[in-house]
């Protein structure tokens, strides 16, 4: 800003005044600027100059371009050139809760003040882009970074990514949608080529990304590490030219994953704008680097080429208000109100997931003495593993908010289960190997809590070292023996809840099959601790809903049902094709474990009346839908309604459910709304492969609601005509 204002005053810009937000002047001062550069100027903007940055042009006012990893806050300060941290002491930033907790809220509103709170941050710490948020469509249970993303479920997946977008940019800061696209995979992520039919990548992995676009007006977006179709996702001329430019009118800046660039030439013409790097310090020997130069002087890339690149990074400065006479949005760091938002997410995100005989909520007034058992309780999750996480002063674990919300009870701590791995010859502490082998002293130790307290909540779950950037999981089991613990636990204390904390689905059939009470949280942020105290005490009632399905086996869930995870060693398959989470359960009839949508409440709700305006519709229509739902018990709660379509008779292959409609609502006791959600025809469209375009079959379809995929609660059906 500085620079820009030195620049301004020696007259090397056009002046500005507010009326150049209009398209055509904002044009011919980018135009202006870049026919002041030279080639080299403009190269160097286009390649990392730093571990988070790239080049600006400082005699013409263009800041360093920062960026900063973001899913789960601000990434602290690294050093520019290698991923030391850089030591600086104003870097701490709010631990967001991580994708799945966010999701599982299916609330938009909240989505919106979590990125606006994020976007703060970024701008607090000088930062233009935010390399958030990850939208990779959840393929397989054992996704290593499934923690970080939404769902598996495509229309959840745009209908959040728009808010999150449109929130993180209001503060001037450019999202960066992650990672373009079809990368669903941590196994063989840097060369593995990824083979989807036409259909499948239109209707499940793209429409994310599509949104965040059209929708959100993303100024940015990551590409990809993998290859789809032969060519990596930094160099494919169909995804990045045809798709995200001409068929949407991306007008952006496209941005490498980091060391996710193979060629100069490709890269370039292919659609990459800015090459980010991880290992190679040597910036001049980048492909974007004196290569590009060479590549112009000889011919292979017209300047032309360059110069849109630059444009397209102009384009966004301009819109951040990082060049241009407007003062950029200044943010704030670690507020109260970013807390809170943290807090309202987290305590939002708790799926409860069993509630026999009215396990909990826990009562605190006849509650003496608790058990708090686990690794979970105490650890914490902002910063380990492979990849991107967060500095923070605060992250308030369980251990910590029960202590600090009932200091009257006596807490009998125990660790219960340490994390423990079969080997580690990789000299890294993420992704290793687990052990499922009990600890028999921590056991005891555990049970010796129980014995000793009116109940016992065990702390279980996963972590960031086993559910890691870089790497899949080897299977669903709980590692480090706990399903042994929980049962000594449980065999100690009647009275013994488990709360699980974790970023994916689990295999939890003993676990479910010991307790009457079983919560789920995530890797939840600064507050995740006092949020889930609060889901367990009654505070806060429970209204998290499951992004994704779990399986009961492994070999139940499509990619594994049709032995097409992680594939390899050069190529992988999709080969369930459109049938991804719940559409292959429902389809195929195979019972899951828990069910997409699956969540409970310490109330209960009460659907009926479902029906739709009309009973047939054009295909350029909307449907609207309406329903009661009664909060039909003793307190106040949320619900998340759910709508799925199905189209019984097709010409073509189809989900036997696809959800087209949501929305949450909050009932007081006893209370019963009339509840209306849209649905444009248009949602109803599959994308015909043959004439390349979204097509409406005509004909009867059916509409059902649900509290969950699997507990449809009413039924209609209306024709399109
Ligand atoms: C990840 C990106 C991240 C980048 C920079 C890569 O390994 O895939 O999500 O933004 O590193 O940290």
């Known amino acids: 800003m500085r620079n820009f204002l030195l620049a301004s005053l020696m007259g090397l810009m056009l002046s500005c005044t507010s009326a150049q937000t209009d398209e055509n002047s904002d044009k011919s001062n980018i135009d202006e600027l870049i026919s002041q550069m030279t080639l080299e100027e403009k190269v160097h903007m286009l390649h990392g100059k730093g571990k988070f940055t790239s080049a600006g042009v400082a005699r013409l006012g263009i800041p360093h371009l920062k960026s900063a990893d973001g899913p789960l806050g601000v990434r602290e300060e690294i050093q520019n050139d290698s991923w030391a941290p850089a030591g600086w002491d104003n870097d701490f930033a709010t631990f967001f809760p991580a994708g799945g907790g966010l999701s599982s809220t299916w609330n938009l509103d909240l989505v919106r003040r979590y990125s606006i709170a994020m976007g703060e941050e970024a701008r607090a710490r000088e930062k233009h882009v935010l390399l958030a948020p990850a939208v990779n469509l959840i393929r397989s249970p054992l996704g290593g970074r499934n923690f970080e993303y939404f769902t598996e479920d495509p229309f959840l997946n745009k209908k959040l990514v728009v808010p999150f977008v449109q929130g993180l940019q209001a503060n001037d800061v450019a999202s960066c949608v992650k990672h373009y696209a079809i990368n669903n995979q941590e196994t063989l992520r840097g060369s593995i080529d990824v083979q989807a039919d036409e259909r499948t990548i239109r209707e ?93 002087r000889n011919g292979e890339v017209s300047e032309s080429v360059i110069d849109q690149k630059v444009k397209n990074i102009l384009y ?79 992250e308030v674990t369980p251990y910590d908010a029960l202590v600090a919300h009932y200091p009257d009870m006596k807490v009998n701590y125990a660790l219960g289960y340490k994390e423990q791995y079969l080997k580690n010859d990789l000299n890294r502490s993420w992704g290793l190997p687990v052990d499922y082998v009990p600890n028999e002293q921590l056991v005891a130790e555990a049970v010796a809590a129980a014995k000793a307290s009116d109940v016992a909540v065990v702390f279980a779950g996963s972590n960031r070292l086993v559910e890691t950037e870089a790497e899949d999981r080897k299977g669903l089991r709980l590692p480090f023996g706990q399903e042994a613990l929980i049962k000594a636990v449980k065999a100690a204390n009647p009275n013994t809840i488990v709360v699980i904390i974790a970023g994916s689905p689990h295999d939890l059939s003993e676990i479910d099959a010991t307790v009457d009470g079983l919560l789920w949280s995530w890797f939840n942020g600064s507050r995740a601790g006092d949020a889930i105290v609060d889901v367990l005490f009654g505070e806060v009632n429970p209204s998290g809903k499951l992004p994704v399905t779990f399986p009961k ?126 649905i444009p025809v248009k949602e109803l469209a599959y994308y015909d492969v043959e004439a390349k375009g979204w097509s409406v079959e005509p004909g009867t379809y059916d509409l059902a609601s649900g509290a969950s995929s699997r507990d449809l609660r009413g039924k209609v059906s209306f024709s399109v005509k």
């Open 316 to 394: 966004v400065m301009e819109k951040i208000h990082a060049i241009g006479s407007e003062p950029q949005a200044k943010g704030t760091l670690n507020t109260p109100e970013h807390l809170q938002v943290a807090y309202d997410v987290a305590a939002e995100s708790v799926v409860m997931l069993k509630n026999d005989n009215n396990a909990l909520p826990l009562k605190s007034s006849k509650i003496r003495s608790i058990a708090v058992i686990g690794d979970n309780a105490k650890r914490k999750h902002a910063n380990q593993g492979f990849g991107a996480g967060v500095k923070t002063r605060t």
């Open 553 to 678: 086996r492994l070999e139940d869930s499509p990619a594994h049902a049709t032995n097409s995870f992680p594939g390899g060693p050069d190529v992988v398959t999709y080969e369930e094709g459109i049938l991804v989470g719940y559409r292959w359960f429902d389809t195929q009839n195979i019972e899951p474990f828990y069910p997409f949508g699956y969540g409970l409440s310490y109330t209960s709700f009460e659907y009926s009346d479902l029906s739709t305006d009309k009973s047939s519709y054009n295909a350029g229509d909307v449907i609207k839908v309406s329903l009661k739902v009664k909060n039909a018990g003793a307190v106040d709660g949320k619900e998340i309604i759910q709508l799925y379509t199905s189209k019984p008779e097709s010409d073509i292959q189809r989900a036997a459910r696809e959800l087209k409609g949501f929305g949450k609502v909050a009932l007081k006791a006893g209370e019963e709304k009339l509840v209306t959600l849209e």
């Open 204 to 296: 499940m992995y793209l429409p994310v990304f599509e949104a965040a676009v059209k929708e959100g007006n993303a100024y940015s977006v990551m590409s990809a590490y993998n290859r789809f179709r032969g060519a990596y996702l930094s160099e494919n001329d169909y995804m990045l030219n045809t798709i995200l430019r001409d068929e949407w009118g991306f007008k952006g800046f496209v941005m490498s994953d980091w060391g996710a660039v193979h060629s100069t030439k490709e890269s370039a013409l292919y659609g990459l704008d800015i090459e980010m790097g991880t290992e190679i310090d040597n910036y001049d020997d980048w492909f974007f680097s004196e290569a590009l130069i060479a590549a112009v």
